[in-house]
T-cell receptor, first 114, second 110 residues
């Protein structure tokens, strides 16, 4: 157990639907990062939050949004889902907002869009 | 962040040392070298990182050349559970983002 909790572990939904993925960071970590891993794209950075504030955006689609709450957990919202959104979604956390830190990743949410 | 080059795949016998190379010839002075690994479909796992000096922890050793243009991750006694994709990442300390390449698939054989 890495200390980063992601729920649900698996999610199957239909095209056009909306889903919410949840991440609880490791205790004491203020930063949360979201990554998407599909078969053909590898691990892609989506977005970074630090202590409730958005700090950096990567290749995140406009149909996707995220937020980090006061208790530091984060949610990734995916809407108008397409078949191509099927992927593993990982959350990671770290103590700081960059710098000399390693990230701790959760075990991921496997999203299947049918 | 500087680009890295890794072999696509490597094999290693169980119990032997696994030496995974990484080339980062365009690295700048304030960029760190990080190593992560991903065991099939699990979340990536942090292994080790360094700036200039060689580093060692309970998982591995990191050897960075004096000119910092390349590095080697060493797993001293590889086990079957070390079979994974290993990612070498170069990142500035002020950059929040980890950029993953394709990594090296290390297969540890019995």
């Amino acid at each position: 157990d890495s200390g980063v909790t992601q729920t649900p572990k698996h999610l199957i939904t239909a095209t056009g639907q909306r889903v919410t993925l949840r991440c609880s960071p490791r205790s004491g970590d203020l930063s949360v990062y979201w990554y998407q891993q599909s078969l053909d794209q590898g691990l892609q950075f989506l977005i970074h939050y630090y202590n409730g504030e958005e700090r950096a955006k990567g290749n995140i689609l406009e149909r996707f949004s995220a937020q980090q709450f006061p208790d530091l957990h984060s949610e990734l919202n995916l809407s108008s889902l397409e078949l191509g959104d099927s992927a593993l979604y990982f959350c990671a956390s770290s103590v700081g907002s960059g710098g000399n830190y390693g990230y701790t990743f959760g075990s991921g949410t496997r999203l299947t869009v049918v | 962040d500087a680009k890295t080059t890794q072999p696509t795949s490597m094999d290693c016998a169980e119990g032997r040392a696994a030496n995974l190379p990484c080339n980062h010839s365009t690295i700048s002075g304030n960029e760190y070298v990080y190593w992560y690994r991903q065991i099939h479909s699990q979340g990536p796992q942090y292994i080790i990182h360094g700036l200039k000096n060689n580093e060692t922890n309970e998982m591995a050793s990191l050897i960075i050349t004096e000119d910092r243009k390349s590095s080697t991750l060493i797993l001293p006694h590889a086990t079957l559970r070390d079979t994974a994709v290993y990612y070498c990442i170069v990142r500035m300390g002020s950059n929040y983002k980890l950029t993953f390449g394709k990594g090296t698939l290390l297969t540890v054989n019995p």
